[in-house]
């Protein structure tokens, strides 16, 4: 079966520091994936995603990830992070015919001021 | 653009009572999901509409759960009877095409 992985599931930087957040998927073909954020008290949203391309992706806010075929990965980074990126962020990937999103359990960044 | 509207936001009863949720996509997405999300967890797809038609409900326990999405617009999610296991935040999303996916803000369930 598909599935996601999320190594991190709490993350405690400081201001400044740099951010790389882990997934992995489980799947040999084609696959869409997905980085949403969850702010406090916020609904869901996209940072990013990746369907085809440059596998290096932009998303807002200063984040970006790369999707590594051979090692089926798409880490989310970030150079710098601020107090506002405090969230819980979620890995998410759709595989080949499967109309299904497969979610990892996210990862709780909490950045100290 | 309006988002993903939910009510309610919270919702607390006793167990075997019944809740219903209600959510109006984005205007225009054919697609709508209905999610539960649990504490620490990721979020797990509970049904999936396109337009008024399902796609995907093997998630859905539907000995006490219930949806529908009359007119291929708002929907409406049912829980009845509750159990305790039941409490969780119900998320609701909408997509024109593709898998980009925005969310509401979620109904909060909390069973007694």
């Known amino acids: 079966a598909q599935s996601v992985s999320q190594h991190n599931h709490h993350v405690i930087l400081s201001e400044a520091a740099s951010l790389e957040l882990g997934c992995n998927y489980s799947y040999g073909g084609t696959v869409n994936l997905f980085w949403y954020v969850q702010y406090p008290g916020q609904h869901l949203q996209l940072l990013l995603k990746y369907f085809s391309g440059d596998p290096l992706v932009k998303g807002i806010k200063g984040f970006e990830a790369e999707f590594i075929k051979s090692k089926f990965s798409f880490n989310l980074r970030k150079p710098s992070v601020q107090w506002s990126d405090t969230a819980e962020y979620f890995c998410?990937?759709?595989?080949?015919?499967?109309?299904?999103?497969?979610w990892g359990l996210g990862t709780s960044l909490a950045v100290n001021p | 653009e309006a988002g993903v509207a939910q009510s309610p936001r919270y919702k607390i009863i006793e167990k075997r009572q019944s809740v219903a949720f209600w959510c109006n996509p984005i205007?225009?997405?054919?697609?709508l999901y209905w999610y539960q999300q649990i504490l620490g967890q990721g979020p797990k797809l509970l049904i999936q509409?396109?337009?008024?038609?399902?796609?995907?409900d093997s998630q859905l326990p539907k000995d006490r759960f219930s949806a529908e999405r009359l007119k291929g617009v708002d929907s409406t999610l049912k829980i009845q009877p509750a159990k305790l296991e039941d409490s969780a935040v119900y998320l609701c999303?909408?997509?024109?095409?593709?898998?980009?996916?925005?969310f509401g803000e979620g109904s909060r369930l909390t069973v007694l």
């Open positions: 999303a909408s997509s024109f095409h593709g898998w980009e996916l925005f």
């Open positions: 205007s225009g997405h054919a697609t």
């Open positions: 509409f396109q337009n008024n038609g399902v796609v995907d």
């Open positions: 998410a990937v759709n595989a080949g015919n499967n109309r299904k999103l497969i």
